[in-house]
């Protein structure tokens, strides 16, 4: 059981790019949670997924960032046309919601140069 | 005010003194965890709570549900203990969870 992975580790973007994030959540788990964490701050929720399902968007920015989990394969956030303000250390967890708690990844570091 | 508030936001001990990192809530909850961030580094999960106390080498952590507030302690702490302490409200319905800001936590050799 490998956990929830996270890809890349580091991304390195220049603004204007886009930058795209992946976690494949643990086995099992079908809830998955992106979490940003600025530089100096506390972890903020952004959203909150089920397989092919949106289920609570209201923690991410209106414009240039969106997310999926579709029914195969990892779940992605999208950031567009990054900006200096979106470096920031993204995180995700995932659940099983009916069992035991939340496991985290480990986390992709943006810079946006 | 935040729903999860963390005490100290700072602290430095020396090593081998006993830690005690403390983290009151004001919603209801169907669990309370422990995080622990390495400068740098991910998160890794250190305890869930919904009562009582836990107990996993060195680290303690404890709940009051009634006064909601939870402690997390470190007996015999050692420099490697040193990292930003999170605690984090998961609630009592279909919801993300709440994270207190973190407690950064400076073990001196």
């Known amino acids: 059981n490998a956990g929830v992975m996270q890809n890349p580790r580091h991304l390195v973007r220049r603004r204007g790019q886009e930058a795209r994030l992946r976690c494949s959540p643990m086995?099992?788990?079908?809830?998955v949670y992106w979490y940003r964490q600025l530089p100096e701050e506390g972890l903020k929720f952004m959203v909150y997924?089920?397989?092919?399902?949106?289920?609570?968007e209201s923690g991410m920015p209106k414009e240039r960032f969106s997310a999926e989990f579709p029914k195969e394969g990892p779940s992605i956030l999208r950031i567009q046309q990054v900006v200096r303000g979106d470096s920031a250390a993204y995180f995700c967890?995932?659940?099983?919601?009916?069992?035991?708690?939340?496991?985290f990844g480990s986390g992709t570091r943006l810079t946006v140069v | 005010k935040n729903e999860v508030e963390q005490s100290p936001q700072n602290l430095t001990a020396q090593e081998g003194e006993f830690i005690t990192i403390n983290c009151s809530y004001s919603?209801?909850?169907?669990?309370l965890h422990w995080l622990q961030q390495h400068p740098g580094g991910g998160i890794v999960s250190l305890f869930m709570?919904?009562?009582g106390k836990k107990k996993h080498g060195r680290l303690i952590a404890t709940i009051n549900i009634q006064e909601k507030h939870s402690s997390l302690h470190i007996t015999a702490s050692h420099p490697r203990d040193s990292a930003v302490y999170i605690c984090?409200?998961?609630?009592?319905?279909?919801?993300?969870?709440?994270f207190g800001k973190g407690t950064r936590l400076h073990i001196l050799p």
């Open positions: 967890a995932s659940s099983l919601r009916t069992g035991p708690g939340y496991t």
């Open positions: 086995k099992g788990h079908s809830h």
């Open positions: 997924l089920q397989k092919e399902n949106i289920i609570d």
């Open positions: 919603v209801g909850i169907s669990a």
């Open positions: 709570l919904s009562s």
């Open positions: 984090a409200a998961d609630p009592n319905r279909d919801d993300k969870i709440i």
